[in-house]
């Protein structure tokens, strides 16, 4: 575990203070308003599609688009719910990891809709939710056998458990507050100067918003449809 990760472990408790919330049902929320849209923003299916529409249909571009605009929207609401001083944090640590969970699960979504995936089935919203704990972490957990198989093989496995969806979601949630806890540790120099802790925020949440994308593009193979380019 790397330093930053250890540090963000230690102060998880400190994190989920407050935000007490966040728990599986706040995940799984989180997703089900990514995949059906929520405020000015579309579903994931419907703005993938019109990415597509404006790429003349080649997925790996529509693909990389998709990345590229959550990048920018997390980078967006990282900057700004990381301004301002320690007194804020009640009110922008909550904030902060409500928004970039409904903003990665919104990607993901939108690339396993491309790949093929049908949102509405259980084992892909599994698979959708998994992807967010990142390669490393997936890996030790399938490793370690908490986790049957990749989001790929969650996605194709027709045996979908429902039990196994509280059980990701819950690590989606720990994983969510140990980030958010190391960042708080990132940006607390910076609260002297708000924008510092701002551009320190941005950078982050798009950061792992990208490494995210970029998983889920190398890990979710095409299911054939017939009805796009490849």
Known sequence: MSYAKRIG????????????????????????RAISGVGPLPGAA??????LAQTDGDVERAIHDVIENHVRYAGIQGFATNLGGLVTMAVTVPANITGLALIQCRMVAGIVHLRGYDLAQP??????????????????????????GTPMELAADPLHEAALDTVIANEVASELITRAAGKRLATTVGRRVPVVGGVVGAS???????????????????????????
């Open 123 to 148: 084992r892909a919203r599994a698979a959708i939710l998994a992807s967010l704990l990142g390669e490393e972490r997936v890996l030790k957990l399938v490793k370690a056998r908490d986790l049957p």
């Open 9 to 32: 472990a230690a102060l998880a408790p400190k994190v989920t203070e407050m935000a007490p919330n966040l728990s599986a049902a706040f995940v799984h929320q989180a997703l089900t």
């Open 46 to 51: 419907a703005a993938a599609d019109k990415q």
């Open 204 to 230: 982050t949440d798009a950061y792992v918003t990208w490494k995210i994308g970029r998983y889920v593009d190398r890990e979710f193979l095409p299911r054939p449809t017939g009805k796009r380019k490849r």
